[in-house]
Nanobody, 124 residues
């Protein structure tokens, strides 16, 4: 499985970015997906998750109402729309494939495959 994340960059506080993650090597529509982020000196943390059909989504509290996860199974791509960005959103963002027998979206240990990450920097 290969995951390629892109769309990161430098943005001012209050701005928006849309991350994309293209998957290959597996039946994308069979996989739950997640976005995580890792800031310098901090552990990788869950940001958002989406079920394989896209009918269920999950968010960490600090991004609810600002970020939206979505997917296009025909394009084997998952997205993260980030609005009202804050300096504390600065991190490397990773997409990941959740294990098919893992229930929770929230833990890094439940994900089998990871993309290379894309840097998001929000200036104040």
């Amino acid at each position: 499985v290969q995951l390629q994340a892109f769309g990161g960059g430098l943005v001012q506080a209050g701005g928006s970015l849309r991350l994309s993650c293209a998957a290959s090597g597996r039946t994308f529509s069979s996989d739950d997906m997640g976005w995580f982020r890792q800031a310098p000196g901090k552990e990788r943390e869950f940001v958002a998750g989406i079920s394989r059909r896209g009918d269920s989504t999950y968010y960490t509290d600090v991004v609810k109402g600002r970020f939206t996860i979505s997917r296009d199974n025909a394009k084997s791509t998952v997205y993260l729309q980030m609005n009202s960005l804050k300096p504390e959103d600065t991190a490397v963002y990773y997409c990941a494939v959740k294990g098919r027998y893992s229930a929770s979206f929230y833990y890094t240990r439940n994900y089998d495959y990871w993309g290379q990450g894309t840097q998001v920097t929000v200036s104040s």
